[in-house]
């Protein structure tokens, strides 16, 4: 059975038994959350995490170590990429916080409802991908940054390489 299609257009939706319908407002809390979240939607571990990669990366660049921070770097924009599929908690948390139950009180961060809400996704047995793409459409930039993060790197990491006397292969 394939899974169920989410209709992007429509302006509300239905899952397991409830009304649901996006809106691009929310309240401080949720904001908050969300910015807490889209770290880690968008590069696939949490602010904290990437803080200390890119402390650790500037520490090596500070000891003219390049190459040790070329591939700490590397593997941090690598980390954009890879294993999207595996992200389906934040993505569907982000969404939680636009997405809300037709009688639910918007101005409020419950994380209890927030899981609840994802559950109802599930039980519908609604298809990721649609997730994935109200998740990143709120998330400001994301498609344009993520070709540019790419683009950048691979082109630092190459004069890095280069001034070592190293190629990429």
């Known amino acids: 059975m394939e ?3 989410l209709n992007l257009e429509e302006k509300t939706f239905e899952a397991n038994g409830r009304i649901y319908h996006p809106t691009a407002t929310m309240s401080i809390d949720r904001f908050i959350e969300f910015e807490r979240l889209q770290a880690h939607v968008g590069f696939g571990i949490d602010f904290k995490n ?6 650790k990366a500037y520490d090596h660049m500070n000891k003219n170590k390049l190459a040790d921070a070329a ?3 590397h593997n941090l924009a690598n980390g954009i990429g890879e294993n999207l599929e595996k992200r389906e908690h934040p993505i569907l948390k982000m969404c939680a916080l636009f997405i809300n139950r037709e009688d639910e009180n918007a101005g409020i961060l419950d994380e209890d409802l927030m899981e609840a809400k994802i559950e109802d996704w599930k039980a519908e047995g609604y298809a990721m991908q649609d997730f994935f793409q109200l998740a990143f459409n709120f998330v400001d930039g994301f ?3 993520y070709n540019e993060i790419i683009q950048n790197i691979s082109e630092e990491a190459e004069k890095v390489l280069s001034s070592t006397g190293k190629s990429e292969s």
């Not at 990437?50 to 402390?55: A, F, P, S, T, V």
């Open 71 to 73: 591939v700490i770097i």
């Open 143 to 145: 498609i344009p940054a």
């Open 50 to 55: 990437i803080y200390e990669k890119l402390g």
């Open 3 to 5: 899974a169920k299609r």
